[in-house]
């Protein structure tokens, strides 16, 4: 089985992770950047649309 990933960027200081599609919440929760702790929607948070994409898939 292949680990799914995408790729996350806060837009208040920039920090980049990835996590698992299938663990995040829904698309229009609020959602905490682990750093700077800024909280927005967690689509604010996708790097890319094939990003967007893949957390559709898993909800």
């Known amino acids: 089985m292949v680990d799914a990933f995408i790729r996350l960027v806060c837009p208040e200081c920039n920090k980049e992770w990835q ?5 995040l919440q829904s698309l229009r929760s609020n959602f905490s950047c682990p ?3 800024a909280t927005r929607r967690l689509t604010e948070f996708m790097r ?7 957390v559709k898939q898993f909800q």
């Open 19 to 23: 996590d698992n599609p299938a663990e």
């Open 48 to 54: 890319t649309e094939r990003d967007l994409e893949a």
């Open 35 to 37: 750093d700077c702790h």
